[in-house]
């Protein structure tokens, strides 16, 4: 990425010069910019990145930090591209490790429920900037891809479609949005942050929870999804509500043959466990 007005006002931001840029995400943004005694990360509009996600993740970050949610801190914003050149932001880099273990780690697991619970103690309305999110990952909708014929479909998910069809709960508190363990940053057995908060917002807990559940079926199996309901319902000294739609919304918001696709399976035994609670 060889945009000089970009990289000069991120330097600006943080207070350095840029000795060195690494791209995060398969070699596009964000970046990982490194300056001569720290390393930033910037955000700017790529392929599968708007001027919106930029103007969320901002908004979420400035929320994290009013009510001291664990988050990367946001050094500088233009979301104008007035100085920029184009929609940007510069956020802290978070020390930990986002390695998730393929084997079942109940504690692990708990701290992951916990984390989220700490998030969803805060109320707030739905704003521009931070939208009610009615399922993760909001920017898709491939159950509506299903339902216009634009994607193939099978007919598990279109009975789970029908099902869930008339229920709406809702819930007006911080969602993160995107919860998958690439988000989490771990220290040994601590959540030190979630980052990515480019899809936020407002809605029910259920939203992060039935995402982070259905994550964890894929890489830790299906007993895994039960460990992080307690350590969220521990933590919020309450019981979740509506777990088995969350889930399975979670389950419907992914396209009909998964990536990888040993994936495909495992959502289909996660969809069809929430359907049997419903």
Same mark, same amino acid.
């Given at each position: 990425?060889?945009?000089? !007005?970009?990289?000069?006002?991120?330097? $600006?931001?943080?207070?350095?010069?840029?000795?060195?840029? /690494?791209?995060?995400? &398969?070699?596009?943004?964000?970046?990982?910019?490194?300056?001569?005694?720290?390393?930033?990360?910037?955000?700017?509009?790529?392929?599968?990145?708007?001027?919106? *996600?930029?103007?969320?993740?901002? $908004?979420?970050?400035? &929320?994290?930090?009013?009510?001291? %949610?664990?988050?990367? /801190?946001?050094?500088?914003?233009?979301?104008?591209?007035?100085?920029?050149?184009?929609?940007?932001?510069?956020?802290?880099?978070?020390?930990?490790?986002?390695?998730?273990?393929?084997?079942?780690?109940?504690? /692990?697991?708990?701290?992951?429920?916990? $984390?989220?619970?700490?998030?969803?103690?805060?109320?707030?309305?739905?704003?521009?900037?931070?939208?009610?999110?009615?399922?993760?990952?909001?920017?898709?909708?491939?159950?509506?891809?299903?339902?216009?014929?634009? *994607?193939?479909?099978?007919?598990?998910?279109?009975?789970?479609?029908?099902?869930?069809?008339?229920? !709406?709960? =809702?819930?007006?508190?911080? %969602?993160?949005? @995107?919860?998958?363990?690439?988000? *989490?940053?771990?220290?040994?057995?601590?959540? !030190?942050?979630? %980052? @990515?908060?480019?899809?936020?917002? %407002?809605?029910?807990?259920?939203?992060?929870?039935?995402?982070? /559940?259905? !994550?964890?079926?894929?890489?830790?199996?299906? #007993?895994?999804?039960?460990?992080?309901?307690?350590?969220?319902?521990?933590?919020?000294?309450?019981?979740?509500?509506?777990? &088995?739609?969350? #889930?399975?919304?979670?389950?419907?918001?992914?396209?009909? &043959?998964?990536?990888?696709?040993?994936? =495909?399976?495992?959502? #289909?035994?996660?969809?069809?466990?929430?359907?049997?609670?419903?």
């Amino acid at each position: 990425m060889g945009n000089r !007005q970009l990289f000069a006002w991120a330097a $600006a931001c943080a207070g350095g010069r840029v000795r060195g840029v /690494r791209a995060l995400h &398969a070699g596009d943004g964000p970046w990982l910019v490194r300056l001569e005694s720290a390393e930033v990360v910037l955000r700017a509009p790529t392929p599968r990145i708007d001027g919106d *996600m930029i103007a969320t993740n901002v $908004a979420a970050l400035l &929320a994290a930090d009013r009510h001291s %949610v664990p988050a990367p /801190r946001l050094l500088g914003s233009d979301l104008s591209g007035r100085v920029a050149g184009v929609p940007a932001s510069v956020e802290t880099v978070v020390p930990g490790s986002s390695h998730w273990p393929a084997r079942l780690d109940a504690d /692990r697991l708990r701290a992951a429920g916990a $984390a989220l619970a700490r998030i969803h103690r805060i109320p707030l309305a739905p704003s521009d900037a931070l939208p009610a999110r009615p399922r993760p990952i909001a920017v898709d909708d491939f159950a509506r891809e299903r339902r216009l014929g634009r *994607m193939a479909t099978t007919p598990l998910l279109d009975r789970a479609a029908e099902l869930i069809a008339d229920i !709406q709960p =809702t819930a007006p508190v911080f %969602v993160h949005g @995107d919860v998958w363990p690439g988000n *989490m940053l771990w220290s040994g057995a601590e959540c !030190q942050a979630l %980052v @990515d908060w480019k899809t936020a917002g %407002v809605g029910s807990p259920g939203v992060d929870l039935g995402e982070l /559940r259905k !994550q964890v079926a894929y890489v830790n199996g299906p #007993d895994a999804p039960r460990f992080v309901l307690d350590g969220w319902e521990r933590t919020s000294g309450t019981r979740a509500s509506d777990v &088995a739609y969350w #889930d399975a919304v979670a389950a419907l918001n992914t396209p009909t &043959a998964c990536d990888p696709p040993e994936h =495909t399976p495992r959502r #289909d035994g996660f969809l069809r466990a929430a359907l049997a609670r419903l």
